[in-house]
């Protein structure tokens, strides 16, 4: 373990392995003890594969990868709170659009993950860098701490919750949510980075020394969508250096722990015209790296991050039935009344009533047309999935229980561009 912890951070690091590859798994003869989710905000599959990965493509290597994932929500709210619920928007109730001024609904009174592992006796921590998750929505339900951290201290941090709770509790069972910020915008990469991929110096000029999303949504200047997605890129390998401090930090602990690596959603860099989160369902925001290390059960070709609670039990052994399974088809995923379905990840339905969506009700082939543009006339039977899910799946009632956001929370959105 310790030749492959500095495998990860080797810039000789091997090529990883195709996706379609059967992963190795580590075969065991009890449930792991402890379990760590690592969620990179806004980090899309695709671009992942692209990026220079080491750390992740080699937890990937001894683990699994997933061949199709996609988030539950296409922004971070709806998405983390189907991760740790273990349920659809539709099974949730949570979905709104962003910038209502600070003023949302708390997340529905389901269990959530952190909630049944603290039951089963497990120690729980959440690091967190993403405002959106501040404890007045309720996502600390369950955690002994619950913390906002910046992406540069996180690992620092984690470090500390090892010695305080983990090395001091050698018998006892833990349980770790580690969000980094990633790619979300705005983006700056290290200079290593820039260089590598070519974005010049003046596109960081601002007061933040990083590229603005309102920039590239916008498309005014020459040259900033190249720029964004050569940034988008060269933040995703500054963060897997992040990810391989975090592993090198959990190496005592490794063997007995479960890892599961994934995102809360997507990003779409120029694709239909569109940078940014948007209020879309394309693969671009919808797709998801699906990264597990120390589980037995082997991943389905098409998953749902919303399954992740439930894997989470089971390898623990913990018995527990969550709303959504490994198994759970169709795998959806929902944006403020747009929704995307799939039964096999590759023919995909968006059902879009906006002009923009191109219609109420198109299907795709990802595998032939990946961009989303060539509607077929066979429906692969998606209409008639929809029906026997919403059946099958009651509405959530509407959330009522308003918030108004903390000011610290409120800036911190305004900062990442939430609130423009």
């Known amino acids: 373990m310790l030749l492959f912890l500095l495998a990860c951070v080797s810039p000789e690091a091997p090529e990883p392995a195709p996706v379609a590859q059967p992963a190795p798994r580590l075969l065991r003869s009890e449930p792991p003890r402890n379990v760590v989710v690592i969620v990179i905000d806004t980090l899309r599959a695709d671009a992942l594969l692209e990026a220079d990965t080491p750390a992740i493509d080699g937890l990937a290597g001894l683990g699994q990868r997933a061949e199709?994932?996609?988030?539950?929500?296409?922004?971070?709210?709806?998405?983390?709170?189907?991760?740790?619920?273990?349920?659809?928007?539709?099974?949730?109730?949570?979905?709104?659009?962003?910038?209502?001024?600070?003023?949302?609904?708390?997340?529905?009174?389901?269990?959530?993950?952190?909630?049944?592992?603290?039951?089963?006796?497990?120690?729980?921590?959440?690091?967190?860098?993403?405002?959106?998750?501040?404890?007045?929505?309720?996502?600390?339900?369950?955690?002994?701490?619950?913390?906002?951290?910046?992406?540069?201290?996180?690992?620092?941090?984690?470090?500390?919750?090892?010695?305080?709770?983990?090395?001091?509790?050698?018998?006892?069972?833990?349980?770790?949510?580690?969000?980094?910020?990633?790619?979300?915008?705005?983006?700056?990469?290290?200079?290593?980075?820039?260089?590598?991929?070519?974005?010049?110096?003046?596109?960081?000029?601002?007061?933040?020394?990083?590229?603005?999303?309102?920039?590239?949504?916008?498309?005014?200047?020459?040259?900033?969508?190249?720029?964004?997605?050569?940034?988008?890129?060269?933040?995703?390998?500054?963060?897997?250096?992040?990810?391989?401090?975090?592993?090198?930090?959990?190496?005592?602990?490794?063997?007995?722990?479960?890892?599961?690596?994934?995102?809360?959603?997507?990003?779409?860099?120029?694709?239909?015209?569109?940078?940014?989160?948007?209020?879309?369902?394309?693969?671009?925001?919808?797709?998801?790296?699906?990264?597990?290390?120390?589980?037995?059960?082997?991943?389905?070709?098409?998953?749902?991050?919303?399954?992740?609670?439930?894997?989470v039990c089971d390898e623990l052994g913990i018995q527990r039935s969550w709303p959504v399974t490994l198994d759970t088809m169709p795998v959806v995923s929902q944006r403020e009344g747009k929704l995307a379905m799939t039964l096999d990840g590759r023919h995909k339905a968006i059902w879009d009533p906006t002009p923009r969506g191109g219609g109420p009700f198109s299907v795709f082939d990802l595998q032939a047309d990946p961009l989303e543009q060539a509607p077929l006339a066979d429906d692969h039977g998606l209409a008639q999935a929809r029906l026997d899910w919403e059946a099958g799946l009651p509405e959530a009632e509407q959330l009522t229980e308003l918030v108004q956001l903390s000011e610290e929370t409120f800036r911190q959105l305004e900062e990442l561009g939430y609130l423009q």
């Open 68 to 311: 199709h994932a996609w988030s539950a929500g296409t922004w971070t709210v709806p998405g983390v709170a189907g991760l740790l619920t273990g349920s659809t928007v539709r099974g949730h109730g949570w979905d709104l659009g962003t910038g209502r001024l600070g003023k949302y609904p708390r997340l529905p009174d389901a269990p959530m993950l952190a909630q049944v592992l603290s039951e089963q006796g497990f120690s729980t921590t959440g690091l967190y860098s993403n405002g959106y998750l501040a404890e007045e929505l309720g996502f600390d339900r369950g955690f002994d701490e619950w913390r906002r951290v910046s992406d540069k201290v996180l690992v620092k941090e984690f470090r500390k919750t090892l010695a305080k709770r983990w090395a001091a509790d050698p018998e006892g069972r833990h349980f770790a949510y580690l969000h980094f910020l990633g790619p979300h915008s705005p983006v700056s990469p290290s200079a290593e980075q820039r260089d590598k991929y070519g974005v010049e110096a003046h596109w960081f000029e601002g007061k933040r020394d990083a590229i603005e999303i309102g920039a590239a949504k916008r498309n005014s200047q020459p040259g900033v969508r190249v720029a964004y997605k050569g940034a988008y890129k060269g933040v995703i390998e500054d963060t897997d250096a992040r990810v391989g401090e975090l592993l090198e930090a959990l190496e005592p602990w490794l063997e007995d722990t479960l890892v599961v690596l994934t995102s809360d959603h997507g990003e779409l860099l120029g694709e239909h015209n569109i940078v940014g989160h948007g209020y879309w369902v394309y693969e671009g925001l919808t797709s998801v790296p699906y990264v597990v290390y120390n589980a037995q059960a082997p991943l389905p070709p098409m998953l749902s991050t919303a399954a992740t609670a439930q894997l």
